[in-house]
């Protein structure tokens, strides 16, 4: 748990806080986001939690302790950091990175070494390909992994991060996001987020803190920054788009259909078409016998081809997405590949469900309503 109780910070030789009586709690394994334009304090309240900077005033609290009353160098070994630009050592692999701080606190070599494994298995990259290589061997989606690897090391209860996927191109920021949330679940850290980009702020955090010339402003949830806003700057803030902003809160699972129709791969030609038939659709997914995803097939291209025994070399591969996606990374998905529907998939591949494009727009359309029957004035 972090509380900050009246914290200023106030550079010599300025006159206006950077940070102005600002007080927050971030309850344990929340995530709250710190949002507002530039030189509005956000990175500087960041940096005042473990004390990178100091404050000019008032009070900070991880789990209940006094952050000013502890060694500083000791309150950052037990506080995980990741920021913009990741700041890996260029001349250290990826294990020797991951583990800096462990070797701080004088951990057993066999231990570290178990460590880095477990952590690089749980960001999603193979330890055995991955471990002794050096940073500049890395993809930028890697060196964020290794990152946030890094930032875990110790197990720290609480990780503050600086626009952590900001230095990387949008599809790989989406993929980190996600990625990122699913960990979450896992690790349920106490986390401190800063980003600059409003979606990113509700689609991360549980709380979001927004900030303007070092003030907070509103300290809300999601829902109620975007429908509930404080004052006119939030609004505007937030932007006009309300209604499709909203679909950063919600998930795939809502909205899927699940018992769809399928093929197998071990089907013959004849029972496949049958099945589309049956289905009335133009396509049917295919599975293998465990379930698993191998692609779509098209009526058509079956039955054009109905002299090749081989209907299989007519799957194509399909786009999927996770149940725990976002709605707003389903329609960008779909529009990206023009698509109309979406196979929704685990982690092994096993198909669980569709997410349909014109779901989602009805979605779309009831947020539309729903904001605008909160705009509606009162009849006095």
């Known amino acids: 748990m972090i509380e900050l109780k009246n914290i200023s910070k106030t550079y ?8 102005d009586n600002l007080s927050l709690k971030v309850e344990k394994g929340e995530i709250c986001v710190l949002v507002g334009p530039s030189g509005c ?17 008032g009070k900070i609290f991880i789990n209940g302790k006094d952050a000013i009353k502890q060694n500083p160098n000791e309150l950052r070994q037990d506080i995980g950091y990741v920021i913009q630009d990741i700041g890996l050592f260029p ?5 020797e990175n991951i583990a800096t701080v462990p070797k701080l606190k004088d951990w057993e070599q066999s231990k570290i070494d178990q460590r880095v494994d477990e952590l690089l298995n749980l960001i999603g990259l193979d330890p055995e390909n991955t471990k002794d290589n050096y940073p500049a061997q890395l993809s930028g989606g890697q060196k964020q992994r290794i990152g946030v690897a890094r930032a875990m090391a110790v197990d720290p209860p609480i990780m503050l991060m600086d626009e952590p996927f900001a230095a990387v191109d949008p599809i790989t920021r989406t993929q980190l996001q996600n990625e990122f949330l699913s ?22 955090g549980d709380k979001i803190a927004i900030l303007n010339q070092g003030k907070l402003v509103q300290y809300d949830t999601p829902e109620n920054i975007l429908f509930n806003p404080k004052n006119e700057f939030v609004e505007d803030f937030v932007g006009p788009d ?18 769809i129709p399928t093929a197998t791969t071990d089907s013959s030609a004849e029972e496949v078409l049958e099945k589309i038939n049956v289905s009335r659709q133009s396509y049917i997914l295919i599975i293998d016998k465990e379930e698993k995803l191998v692609g779509y097939v098209n009526k058509e291209r079956i039955k054009n081809n109905n002299k090749d025994k081989n209907w299989k070399d007519n799957i194509k591969f399909s786009q999927v997405i996770s149940s725990d996606a976002s709605l707003i990374d389903a329609l960008t998905r779909l529009i990206q590949n023009n698509q109309s529907i979406l196979p929704v998939t685990s982690d092994e591949n096993n198909l669980i469900g569709i997410v349909r494009l ?17 705009e509606e004035p009162e009849v006095v």
Do not use: W
């Open 12 to 19: 010599p030789g300025e006159k206006t806080p950077a940070v």
């Open 91 to 95: 001349h250290m692999t990826v294990a």
């Open 242 to 259: 309300r209604s499709l902003k909203v679909l950063n809160l919600l998930k795939v699972n809502e909205i899927m259909k699940e018992n």
């Open 41 to 57: 304090g956000k990175t500087t309240t960041l940096k005042m939690i473990n004390r990178l900077i100091e404050p000019s005033s």
């Open 183 to 204: 960990l979450q679940k896992k690790i349920q850290k106490t986390i401190c987020f800063v980003t600059h980009d409003i979606d990113e702020a509700i689609k991360m």
């Open 358 to 374: 014109e779901d989602i727009q009805d979605r779309i359309a009831d947020s539309y309503q729903a904001e605008a029957e909160l």
